[in-house]
C-alpha cells in the first residue's frame, strides 16, 4: 500500500518503511507525528482525494533534524547602483521513517499533526493545524458577519504591552508588522541581534524576499533600540 501525501509545498508518493528528507516540521528525534493531507491511497483499491482522502493519514517517526548544504546566492548590480551582494543559506531539513499509512480513522488516532516550521510558528497555526477536521468545518460554518466582527476587533485592538512599533523600519507597515508579531517578534532588540541565519529563515518563512538585507532592518533596530 502506497500514499502520497503533501508537506512543505511538495507531494510525496510513500509506503511503510520509506525514509524521507523533507522541510522541517516541528518535533524532537523519536517523536511520531501524523500527516493529514493525504491526497491518494494506492494498493489493491486507489482512492484519489477531492482534494485530501477523508479520515486517510500517515504516520512518521522523525529520525533527525538537521540542515541540507549551504547555497551560495551572489548579486552583482552594475546599472545605476553597481552593487554587490553575497549571502548563503541552509535548507532546515526533517529525516523521518513512514511507519504506518491509515486508509480511515486518522482524526481519532492520537498522534501529533505534522506542522512545518523552523521553531517560530505562531502558536495559533500550530493549534490550527492539530485541530480535528470536525472544529475546522464549523470555523467555516461561522457566519460572515461574525468574521468581519472579529477581525476589526482584532485590527483596532492596541500593541502588546511592552511591544516596539515595528513600522518605524523601513518598508513594514500594518500587514508586515502583524506577520512579526505572529512570528513572535514584537521589538527592535529581537531583530537587532539576529544573525545570517535568522535573517534567511525569516526571509523564507514570511516571504520577505530579502527585504531584511535590502532595508538594512537589523541596522535600524539597533538605532531604535538605543534611542
Wanted: aromatic share 4%; net charge positive; charged share 30%.
Amino acid at each position: 500500500m502506497f500514499a502520497v501525501v503533501k508537506t512543505g509545498g511538495k507531494q510525496y508518493k510513500v509506503a511503510s518503511g520509506d525514509v524521507l528528507k523533507i522541510e522541517k516540521i516541528a518535533g524532537n528525534a523519536g517523536e511520531t507525528v501524523q500527516f493529514n493531507e493525504v491526497l491518494m491511497l494506492g494498493g489493491d483499491k486507489t482512492t484519489v482525494g477531492t482534494p485530501t482522502v477523508e479520515g486517510a493519514g500517515v504516520q512518521a517517526e522523525i529520525l533527525e533534524q538537521g540542515k541540507g548544504p549551504k547555497v551560495i546566492n551572489y548579486v552583482k548590480r552594475r546599472r545605476k547602483h553597481s552593487s554587490q551582494r553575497k549571502k548563503g543559506h541552509r535548507q532546515q531539513l526533517t529525516v523521518l521513517r513512514i511507519t504506518d499509512i491509515l486508509a480511515s480513522g486518522a482524526d481519532k488516532s492520537g498522534v501529533t499533526a505534522a506542522v512545518n516550521g523552523a521553531g517560530f510558528v505562531a502558536t495559533a497555526a500550530v493549534a490550527e493545524a492539530a485541530a480535528p477536521k470536525k472544529a475546522k468545518a464549523e470555523k467555516k460554518a461561522a457566519p460572515k458577519a461574525a468574521k468581519k466582527s472579529e477581525a476589526k476587533a482584532e485590527k483596532a485592538a492596541p500593541a502588546a504591552e511592552g511591544a516596539d512599533d515595528l513600522k518605524k523600519l523601513s518598508g513594514v507597515g500594518p500587514a508586515l508588522e502583524k506577520k512579526l508579531h505572529a512570528a513572535g517578534v514584537t521589538t527592535f532588540a529581537q531583530i537587532s541581534a539576529w544573525g545570517a541565519d535568522d535573517i534567511a529563515e525569516f526571509d523564507e518563512k514570511l516571504s520577505f524576499k530579502g527585504r531584511i538585507e535590502r532595508e538594512g532592518w537589523v541596522d535600524q533596530a539597533k538605532d531604535l533600540a538605543k534611542g
